[in-house]
């Protein structure tokens, strides 16, 4: 099969979009699938290719009327010379810009990575919408637009090509916490701070890593006075996380919305305990509690109470993505699940007599 992915980068910056694409793209290839992946470029571009799929240039990031053209040409002669089956827009600009083209019968693809955005429904010009969770499926019902063209495919992480090399895991200091992604208000990181600041009065050693960039400063100002701010370690963006969640012993994930939280399947795979608000697509990563710990959105008393239970248990490390039979989270089972979204449209498609 023929398929075109296009998003907006393929640079290595903790982007749960980007590393989706590149999954999914290499498995495709992979499986024997012709695939193009469609970007402004970024440092993963090398290992797609390696990976044995091609890459092109297209900016869908300048959204002026010069910048919005010259993507359309360069678009229109993408899928001219390349002639698609499957054109998978991963955000709304190209898929905007799909649907003003003649695809030449391409099955066209739009995947919802986060529902909280109201322009996400705009996803809904393309024949297939496609949500990374059924909260997120719910939420995208409600537009008129995609009414009657979701499914749900969840992502996965486990045999992902982006975690190749030898993991480096970090000394941490006493009961760690760990949280993954960037430091502002939707992913909860006051939530977290307040419900810490309990942990860190009863628990003096008890540590808290922040794993991901500083994007609102001002969550962290009420904060930095307070004495046990002294074991809250800023330690920036990752490119690979994974040696914090092997080295500590609570994951936790405070978001106010997570369509579903990659970092929560990583987590899961690395087999520490993790802790989730009941936000979105959440419950579903954590099988409504099966695999992890969860507790009501912005409730700091609540998740407060959870670390401290958590951090007072004898440390015990089993990969969740193992439980039950438990297929989530492998990145070949969303290949496939694409694959069958695909097929399946393509073959209703034609089956459908001309009007």
């Known amino acids: 099969m023929r398929v075109i992915h296009l998003t907006n980068k393929m640079s290595n ?34 290992l797609l290719r390696e990976r044995g799929v091609r890459t092109a240039r297209v900016d869908f990031t300048d959204r002026g009327p010069r910048g919005l053209w010259r993507a359309r040409r360069r678009l229109r002669r993408l899928i001219e010379e390349f002639r698609p089956e499957v054109i998978h827009s991963h955000t709304m600009t190209p898929a905007l810009l799909v649907s003003t083209l003649r695809t ?26 496609v949500c990374v969770s059924g909260a997120v499926e719910r ?73 991901g960039n500083v994007d609102e400063e001002e969550l962290l100002r009420p904060f930095r006075s307070e004495q046990w701010f002294g074991r809250v370690h800023l330690e920036g963006f990752h490119p690979d996380p994974t040696g914090y ?26 087999g520490i305990p993790v802790i989730g608000s009941d936000s979105e697509g959440i419950p579903e990563a954590l099988q409504h509690g099966l695999l992890g710990d969860l507790f009501p959105s912005e409730d700091d008393v609540a998740l407060a109470g959870l670390l401290l239970s958590r951090l007072s248990e004898p ?25 069958g979204v695909y097929r399946r449209a393509l073959s209703r498609r034609s089956s459908t007599p001309a009007s």
């Open 13 to 46: 910056l903790a982007d749960g979009v980007v590393n989706v694409v590149v999954d999914l793209s290499t498995a495709q290839a992979a499986a024997g699938d012709d695939v193009v992946v469609a970007s402004t470029g970024g440092d993963y571009e090398p």
């Open 104 to 129: 030449r019968g391409a099955l066209t693809v739009g995947t919802v990575h986060s529902g909280h955005q109201r322009e996400s429904r705009l996803l809904g010009v393309c024949d297939v919408v």
């Open 139 to 211: 939420s995208m019902a409600e537009s008129a637009l995609c009414r009657g063209k979701t499914t749900v495919v969840y992502s996965g992480v486990v045999g992902t090509p982006r975690r190749s090399g030898p993991v480096v895991t970090p000394k941490l200091q006493g009961r760690s916490v760990v949280a993954v992604g960037s430091l502002k208000r939707i992913k909860g990181t006051d939530v977290l701070l307040r419900a810490f600041a309990k942990v860190a009065a009863e628990l003096p050693d008890a540590h808290l890593y922040f794993v």
């Open 245 to 270: 969640l092997l080295a500590a012993d609570v994951f936790v994930q405070a978001s106010r919305r997570e369509a579903l939280g990659l970092a929560i399947l990583e987590a899961l795979h690395a």
């Open 315 to 339: 440390r015990d490390r089993t990969d969740a993505s193992e439980s039950g039979g438990r297929r989530d989270f492998s990145v070949a089972r969303m290949a496939a699940d694409y694959d």
